[in-house]
């Protein structure tokens, strides 16, 4: 099994590509914890920001991917894209698996851990933040891929996640270096 995890690209075409060709194009699943097309009013225009095309790619990605809404996920994403922008989460079993993804932006660290134990989640994953965060609490991982394009790191490194060989580790997409890791059990 393995899931791809990403979240925040603001409508960065070629990070999504080279993220896709590079580390998810044999995923089972990838789950995108929301920001998926637009910039946002609070981040510069990138380059490569081309929502319209990355709309196309992502319809016709042949791996399935579950998207939640983030807070600059609007009604027009949803009529763009032909996967379902899930609201305010989405949950997927897999195995013995319990994955929970949220974007994350209006909820507080208690709340994360709150609403975690009552969904009985394995993996509580969030975006938001632009910064790729791992941390295992009572049992649950909690899990952000930071940004593949829009990093808010202060070394600046893109980065994604993934669920492979029973580990879940953050990935620098640049050098495909581990850069966070836990097992899952």
């Not at 990935?171 to 495909?176: M, V």
Request: charged letters at 20%.
């Amino acid at each position: 099994m393995k899931i791809g995890i990403i979240s925040d690209t603001h409508g960065c075409l070629e990070t999504w590509q080279k993220v896709f060709n590079q580390y998810f194009t044999d995923a089972d699943v990838i789950i995108h914890a929301g920001d998926v097309l637009y910039h946002g009013p609070r981040n510069s225009i990138p380059a490569e920001y081309n929502p319209k095309q990355l709309a196309e790619v992502l319809n016709n990605c042949p791996v399935p991917i579950l998207t939640v809404c983030g807070n600059c996920d609007t009604e027009v994403d949803g009529m763009v894209l032909n996967l379902p922008i899930q609201s305010p989460y989405t949950y997927l079993m897999i195995n013995d698996l319990r994955i929970v993804a949220t974007h994350g932006h209006n909820l507080t660290t208690e709340a994360k851990q709150v609403m975690a134990k009552r969904l009985k989640a394995s993996i509580f994953i969030t975006g938001h933040t632009h910064i790729a965060a791992l941390e295992k609490i009572e049992d649950i991982i909690y899990l952000n891929p930071g940004s593949p394009g829009m990093s808010k790191r202060p070394d600046g490194r893109g980065t994604i996640a993934w669920i492979n060989d029973n580990r879940v580790e953050i990935l620098d997409i640049a050098t495909g270096q581990a850069i966070l890791s836990t097992a899952l059990a």
